[in-house]
């Protein structure tokens, strides 16, 4: 990090950027959940196999959410070409 001093426009880039990452990680995020749940709300499944998928589809939906913010805003700070 450099001691030079960002404009206002670079600020709101970043701004938006950030704020883009995030509700795409968590739009992501929920309709990875809702693949791998979803049967668990639908069908009456055995009570082990909803907590197997409640449990899976948070992870994966999680994971996924965490990996879209870190490649959204990687490629923003990446040099431009």
């Known amino acids: 990090m450099g001691s030079k001093r960002r404009s206002q426009a670079e600020r709101d880039a970043i701004t938006v950027e950030i704020g883009y990452a995030l509700v795409s990680a968590c739009f992501l995020g929920g309709v990875a959940f809702g693949a791998i749940a979803g049967p668990a709300a639908v069908w009456n499944l055995p009570s082990a196999v909803e907590q197997l998928l409640l449990a ?17 805003l990687w490629r923003f700070g990446s040099p431009h070409r």
């Open 56 to 72: 899976a589809g948070t992870v994966v939906g999680g994971v996924l959410a965490v990996l879209r913010v870190v490649h959204v």
